[in-house]
Antibody, heavy 121, light 107 residues
Framework: QVQLVESGGGVVQPGRSLRLSCAASGFTFNYYGMFWVRQAPGKGLEWLAVIWSDGGKKYYADSVRGRFTISRDNSKNTVDLQMDSLRAEDTAVYYC??????????????WGRGTLVTVSS | EIVMTQSPATLSVSPGERATLSCRASQSVSSNLAWYQQKPGQAPRLLIYDASTGAAGIPARFSGSGSGTEFTLTISSLQSEDFAVYYCQQYDNWPLTFGGGTKVEIK
């Protein structure tokens, strides 16, 4: 079954760290770039980070650059998001998603169900 | 950063009617535009890419058009399962950006 399953969400205090993980199955993971996208409660979608299939290139949104780090382990079919210096405004559902199309078509063709991160004291 | 603006924010439509959703980019994105559908409590689902190409398994009642800065998603005859929030997304430039969404609700 082709799927992505996120884990690691929870309640964390401002200024602390949290690490999210996304487990992929049912497809050849090392063929695909991977993303993290978030959605604050009642709000729209915000792209956060991308990592190329070989892990050689990474891009970040300005809102998280320097605080969040995306990484992947192609031997374990996982992509992680290390989140440091968390703020209240980072409260959101965090989705991992697959870059399933060509290098020019930077699309999210497969999504996980998301994991909720709440930053609160 | 390319800003994507969707209108209207909410669209009230009766089942069987046609729905037309708009998305505007702050600068040209050529045809590098996608549409997603999101139902409550679910992840988004890719509907349309390259402005007008339907993704795999998407019903033919969903169609997209436009290029440059003006785009439209049309749902030809709304079914009960189509009531949801729809987002556009540009992939012409980094950072990838989404519109704020249009909620299609039952009239």
């Amino acid at each position: 079954q082709v799927q992505l399953v996120e884990s690691g969400g929870g309640v964390v205090q401002p200024g602390r760290s949290l690490r999210l993980s996304c487990a992929a199955s049912g497809f050849t993971f090392n063929y695909y770039g991977m993303f993290w996208v978030r959605q604050a409660p009642g709000k729209g979608l915000e792209w956060l980070a991308v990592i190329w299939s070989d892990g050689g290139k990474k891009y970040y949104a300005d809102s998280v650059r320097g605080r969040f780090t995306i990484s992947r382990d192609n031997s374990k079919n996982t992509v992680d998001l290390q989140m440091d210096s968390l703020r209240a405004e980072d409260t959101a559902v965090y989705y991992c998603a697959r870059w399933g199309y060509s290098a020019r078509q930077i699309l999210f063709d497969l999504w996980g169900r998301g994991t909720l991160v709440t930053v609160s004291s | 950063e390319i800003v994507m603006t969707q209108s209207p924010a909410t669209l009230s439509v009766s089942p069987g009617e046609r729905a037309t959703l708009s998305c505007r980019a702050s600068q040209s994105v050529s045809s590098n535009l996608a549409w997603y559908q999101q139902k409550p409590g679910q992840a988004p689902r890719l509907l349309i890419y390259d402005a007008s190409t339907g993704a795999a398994g998407i019903p033919a009642r969903f169609s997209g058009s436009g290029s440059g800065t003006e785009f439209t998603l049309t749902i030809s005859s709304l079914q009960s399962e189509d009531f949801a929030v729809y987002y556009c997304q540009q992939y012409d430039n980094w950072p990838l950006t989404f519109g704020g969404g249009t909620k299609v609700e039952i009239k």
